[in-house]
T-cell receptor, first 114, second 111 residues
Framework: NAGVMQNPRHLVRRRGQEARLRCSPM?????VYWYRQLPEEGLKFMVY????????ESGMPKERFSAEFPKEGPSILRIQQVVRGDSAAYFC????????????FGPGTRLTVT | DAKTTQPTSMDCAEGRAANLPCNHS???????VYWYRQIHSQGPQYIIH???NNETNEMASLIITEDRKSSTLILPHATLRDTAVYYC????????????FGTGTRLTIIP
């Protein structure tokens, strides 16, 4: 059973470009979380999604950031018009249902904005 | 979620038990204590969780005080691969609550 997959693992974007980060949850998991880790800081929750629904986006910046988890395909975290402060590691995690106690994390995508 | 307090860093000799403390004095009755670790920029890894009884699995043991205001994660025979940042997290176990990570304890295993 493959783990949580994220791609790309490394992404370089110039200021003003768009970044798209993909997360494929573990097989059978329909709940996805996105977290961001700024350099030398802890992980911060961004958004929690189920298939086709955003459940909690309390950690998402108000502008330029959006997330989706369509019925088919991976979850996408989209950052428009990236700025240097968006440089970070972005991790996604998945779980099988609302009562699961463990979140399984992917290897992360390291975004560098130049 | 209740706040947790952990030492910034700790060292432990290889082969010895590593004991990582965590204070969570404002924990509520329905909140569990979770431990995750992050090995050098990898994704966090779940270790163990508990409510009020001590717990043990293949990775570690979790000792929770009777008043639930603090806990200790024990790695019984630390290896170099256990070098990581360890996060103690308090979380309600209903729904599928987000994880709130603090700054954690950077554990270094010394050969």
């Amino acid at each position: 059973n493959a783990g949580v997959m994220q791609n790309p693992r490394h992404l370089v974007r110039r200021r003003g470009q768009e970044a798209r980060l993909r997360c494929s949850p573990m097989k059978g998991h329909s709940h996805v979380y996105w977290y961001r880790q700024l350099p030398e800081e802890g992980l911060k929750f961004m958004v929690y999604l189920q298939k086709e629904n955003i459940i909690d986006e309390s950690g998402m910046p108000k502008e330029r950031f959006s997330a989706e988890f369509p019925k088919e395909g991976p979850s996408i975290l989209r950052i428009q018009q990236v700025v240097r402060g968006d440089s970070a590691a972005y991790f996604c995690a998945s779980s099988p249902d609302r009562n699961a106690y463990e979140q399984y994390f992917g290897p992360g995508t390291r975004l560098t904005v130049t | 979620d209740a706040k947790t307090t952990q030492p910034t860093s700790m060292d432990c000799a290889e082969g010895r038990a590593a004991n990582l403390p965590c204070n969570h004095s404002t924990i509520s009755g329905n909140e569990y204590v979770y431990w995750y670790r992050q090995i050098h920029s990898q994704g966090p890894q779940y270790i163990i969780h508990g409510l009020k009884n001590n717990e043990t699995n293949e990775m570690a043991s979790l000792i929770i005080t009777e008043d639930r205001k603090s806990s200790t994660l024990i790695l019984p025979h630390a290896t170099l691969r256990d070098t990581a940042v360890y996060y103690c997290i308090v979380r309600a176990n209903f729904g599928n609550e987000k994880l709130t990570f603090g700054t954690g304890t950077r554990l270094t295993i010394i050969p």
